[in-house]
Nanobody, 123 residues
Framework: QVQLVESGGGLVQAGGSLRLSCAAS????????MGWFRQAPGKEREFVAG????????YYANSVKGRFAISRDNAKNTVYLQMNSLKPEDTAVYYC????????????????WGQGTQVTVSP
């Protein structure tokens, strides 16, 4: 089992940057592929980015390609989401999730979830 805690959310102006962190406890994080998801008011939860267990493969939603970057530091049991050139439409609660499949793809089985962290981008 693994427990996930997100941090780093907050209020930022459009065009700014934030770096989200997801700290894991329990099982070693390297066991899992990791993903970031977000849910905006009135919308369903959406895949944002994913990374394989080794970090060798990454996946991004089209809406964030070129602006967001997912990375991981397995030695620190932490996954990051660097968010640049933020837009108001990026406003959402962001969640990290873990899955043992190892791919980090949008359709992977994400079975462990953090509590979420709010990201608000003002125009």
């Amino acid at each position: 089992q693994v427990q996930l805690v997100e941090s780093g959310g907050g209020l930022v102006q459009a065009g700014g940057s934030l770096r989200l962190s997801c700290a894991a406890s329990g099982r070693t994080l390297s066991t899992y592929a990791m993903g970031w998801f977000r849910q905006a008011p009135g919308k369903e939860r959406e895949f944002v980015a994913g990374i394989s267990w080794s970090g060798g493969s990454t996946y991004y939603a089209n809406s964030v390609k070129g602006r967001f970057a997912i990375s991981r530091d397995n030695a620190k049991n932490t996954v990051y989401l660097q968010m640049n050139s933020l837009k108001p439409e990026d406003t959402a609660v962001y969640y990290c999730a873990a899955d043992i499949t190892g791919r980090g793809s949008p359709t992977a089985r994400y079975e462990h979830w953090g509590q979420g962290t709010q990201v608000t981008v003002s125009p």
